[in-house]
């Protein structure tokens, strides 16, 4: 099983921020939090991937307080093409456990 | 140019055939994974390579078996499929370590008949 815990699903509007959190409670002390975006008919895309603070691209941004027991994914002024499903990623034993992911509908 | 391609696209094929899926990337690392994605959109992974030896070996029935001529491709042969062989089959690589960001291929979409 996965050891991230995230909303299945979430509704927004264009022009909005989004954010999507994820708890990860036994996240171990050298695991990163990655963040993955996959559209219909399409592999998973990286996004952001971050170990503490705060975390920045041109695509999104990744807040993780200071105990790392969960993140936030900030996407600002989302549109019609960031409908798509969110995976939260943290190391497992060597290998990277994909969850159910958040289901992110954007409407107009 | 394509990062990580695989082929086929679609496959559509009857219970009992045997099938091969190919996969190959251009960006130089060093791992590859396959992983499966079923009807409830769960992706699971299956086999890890690096550089060409098997790293990750989860509980994939023996008639899957992957092969990796060299670290730049890693090609997934399946024996006797099932009906429960149907999924999308995706492709990925990265550079070596648990938290190195996976590129993906666009998956393989196997329809058992």
């Known amino acids: 099983l996965a050891k991230t815990t995230q909303p299945i699903s979430m509704d927004s509007y264009e022009g909005q921020e989004v954010n999507i959190t994820c708890s990860h409670n036994?996240?171990?002390?050298?695991?990163?939090i990655t963040w993955y975006q996959q559209f219909p008919s399409q592999g998973p895309r990286f996004i952001i991937q971050?170990?503490?603070t705060k975390v920045t691209n041109e695509v999104a941004s990744l807040f993780i307080p200071a105990d790392r027991k969960s993140s936030t994914l900030s996407l600002p002024r989302v549109s019609l093409s960031d409908t798509a499903v969110y995976y939260c990623?943290?190391?497992?034993?060597?290998?990277?456990?994909f969850g159910k992911g958040t289901r992110l509908h954007i409407l107009p | 140019d394509t990062a990580v391609s695989q082929t086929p696209k679609y496959l559509v094929t009857q219970m009992g055939n045997d099938k091969s899926i190919k996969c190959e990337q251009n960006?130089?690392?060093?791992?590859m994974y396959w992983y499966k994605q079923d009807s409830k959109k769960f992706l699971k992974i299956m086999f890890s390579?690096?550089?060409?030896?098997?790293?990750i070996n989860e509980t994939v029935p023996n008639r899957f078996s992957p092969k990796s001529p060299d670290k730049a491709h890693l090609n997934l042969h399946i024996n006797s499929l099932e009906l429960g062989d149907s999924a999308v089959y995706f492709c990925?690589?990265?550079?070596?370590?648990?938290?190195?960001?996976?590129?993906f291929g666009d998956g393989t979409r196997l329809s058992i008949l």
């Open positions: 990925a690589s990265s550079q070596v370590g648990v938290n190195q960001p996976q590129h």
């Open positions: 036994n996240i171990a002390t050298n695991d990163y």
């Open positions: 971050g170990y503490k």
């Open positions: 990623l943290v190391g497992e034993d060597d290998k990277i456990i």
């Open positions: 960006l130089g690392h060093d791992t």
């Open positions: 390579y690096n550089n060409k030896e098997l790293i």
